[in-house]
């Protein structure tokens, strides 16, 4: 990594511990030696929201529209952090992945997923036939699948950890516990940001620069940045099952239906995880609160907010029947495990107990169209990550390369 003109004593503030933040107050210390790096995370540790509720997956990049910022983004993040997973001694298990074709409709799709792939420049991709699949997956059911031999599994959380650990040995600080609730632009050679210590109202520091990495708060933060109001974040809770101990072993690597190419969601699949456990899921069903993990939260202020937003409701009228189809398999683990079973036939409601949810931000044009592609904003001093769903954990330490180089650009609006 080269280092560059920046000035030394430079300010950096990054809002958010998630894996993108401590990506990004890396790079800022190895690139911009001498510079200050400040951490400020409303939560009292690193990864609690979506970077330490996921798949722990390492897509290869099978799914993106080639060109786009994710197609570009996951094949060299993933480089990357194998690297740094090998470096630093952090598991890095390519477990492998199959896509199930289950009826020909799927096989359609699997051959257009492999051109992507190809296209993306995934090596090792191959389409086998039934009596493969049961070779790699010997309790695994479909007409055919996709391989994906490099499919790998990491311990994200574990990542985060080790990355915000390189930016406090480089001299950068992490402050947790403390909420960003305002930024005061009125000098224009800085940014006070202000925010909540211990409950109490307290100025945060001054700052040459701020990036926002704030996952579901990111277009609260962007509006008080005097950003765009949209994107907005629309939350998507995605519930997981795991595999009791003794039947962990009718899963070799990560098993995936083929996706539904109007959603950005992967449908429920059987992964893996590094500590040994087998998760099934996620599903898709619409949050009720941002950081709501649990069925019974409920944010009825936000709530009454999104459904009187015509973007969301229209996006609620075009897709009604995936949403009833979500939230009935939310509602009963046996119409759950039904899904998972059209690929493994021999699961049952009694293989499985209950595990963590996680919570997508997922962002929503103002026309209620779902962004697919990461996104971000810009203005004068302050940088926003506006979207950074799947596989924004895979390519989190490019996606920091990436907003290096614009932050270096300088100032626009
Ligand atoms: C169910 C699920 C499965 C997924 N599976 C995968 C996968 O297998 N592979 C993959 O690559 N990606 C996966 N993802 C996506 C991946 O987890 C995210 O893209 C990634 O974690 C985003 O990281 P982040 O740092 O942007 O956000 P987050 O991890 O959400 O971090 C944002 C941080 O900002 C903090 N924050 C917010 N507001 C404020 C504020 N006002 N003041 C201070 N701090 C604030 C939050 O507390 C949080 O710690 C999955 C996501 C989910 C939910």
């Not at 074709?101 to 792939?117: G, M, S, V």
Request: aromatic share 6%.
């Amino acid at each position: 990594m080269t280092s560059s003109a920046a000035p030394a004593g430079r300010r950096y503030a990054v809002i958010g511990a998630g894996i993108v933040g401590a990506a990004v107050a890396r790079a800022l210390t190895q690139r911009h030696p001498g510079c200050q790096v400040t951490i400020l995370e409303k939560e009292t540790g690193p990864a609690e929201h979506q970077s330490g509720r996921n798949s722990g997956v390492v897509h290869a990049g099978l799914y993106y529209q080639p060109g786009s910022a994710k197609a570009r983004l996951v094949r060299r993040g993933i480089r990357m952090l194998q690297q740094y997973c090998q470096e630093r001694d952090l598991p890095y298990v390519e477990c492998g992945k199959v896509l199930i074709a289950r009826n020909e409709r799927d096989l359609d799709r699997l051959k257009d997923i492999e051109a992507r792939a190809t296209a993306n420049g995934v090596s090792k991709v191959r389409l086998i036939d039934h009596d493969e699949l049961r070779t790699i997956e010997p309790h695994a059911a479909g007409i055919a699948a996709l391989h994906s031999p490099t499919t790998a599994i990491v311990d994200y959380p574990a990542v985060t950890r080790e990355l915000l650990q390189d930016t406090v040995d480089a001299g950068g600080r992490v402050h947790t516990g403390v909420t960003v609730t305002g930024f005061d632009q009125q000098r224009s050679s800085e940014v006070v940001i202000k925010g909540l210590h211990d409950g109490t109202e307290a100025d945060l520091g001054a700052f040459d620069h701020v990036v926002v990495c704030a996952g579901l708060h990111a277009d609260t933060l962007a509006v008080l940045a005097g950003h765009d109001p949209f994107p907005r974040i629309v939350p998507f809770r995605g519930e997981f099952a795991a595999l009791v101990p003794h039947r962990r072993a009718l899963v070799n690597g990560l098993i995936y239906p083929v996706p539904d190419p109007r959603y950005p969601f992967l449908g429920v699949h059987l992964t893996p995880r590094v500590d040994g456990e087998v998760f099934i899921g996620p599903n898709a069903v619409l949050a009720t609160a941002r950081e709501g993990y649990r069925r019974r939260d409920v944010d009825l202020g936000a709530l009454r907010t999104l459904v009187g937003w015509r973007g969301f409701r229209r996006f609620a009228r075009q897709n009604w029947r995936a949403g009833l189809r979500e939230m009935y398999g939310s509602a009963s683990r046996r119409a759950f495990v039904r899904g998972a079973r059209h690929y493994v036939p021999e699961l049952t409601v009694r293989d499985v107990t209950a595990a963590p949810a996680g919570i997508r931000a997922q962002a929503m044009n103002a026309d209620g169209s779902l962004v697919d592609d990461f996104r971000t904003s810009r203005r004068d001093r302050i940088f926003v990550v506006r979207n950074a769903p799947s596989p924004a954990a895979t390519a989190s330490l490019a996606i920091a390369d990436d907003i290096l180089a614009e932050l270096d650009e300088g100032p626009r609006d």
